[in-house]
């Protein structure tokens, strides 16, 4: 018995993340799709985020060569506040799933926070470049 159910568990698993994809957004009204959606928009904002953090240090990299030595540390500076962004911005974004702790709608508030807040950030790299 348990090998036929194995295999058919295992197509079942397989076939999740398809089901996933077939999510309308729009629409979507179950909290699980809400939850799959909002962590969706959280990875397209995450996909941003990197982009305009690849272009401005790479930008930063030309600062730092365009400097005498004892001037440069551009690139340096951005990676330090970028690590330290993510750390506060993780901590935060799990505080703000506490309203709802425990429950089906935490990870909609986490990913909700962790977007925002990374949309923020991504134009905050963006003003970097405006000097």
Known sequence: ?????????????????????????????????????????WQAADE?????????????????EQLPPELQGAEAALRTAQRAWIAYRDANCEVSGFPMRGGSAEPLLVYGCLRQMTENRTEELWQLLEY
Do not use: G, H, S
């Open 1 to 41: 018995m348990l090998n036929r159910t194995l295999p058919v568990l295992f197509l079942w698993l397989a076939a999740m993340p398809l089901a996933a994809q077939e999510i309308d957004c729009a629409n979507a009204f179950a909290q699980q799709e809400m939850n799959i959606c909002a962590e969706q928009d």
């Open 48 to 64: 941003a985020l990197n982009q305009a953090y690849q272009e401005v240090m790479a930008e930063m990299k030309v600062m730092d």
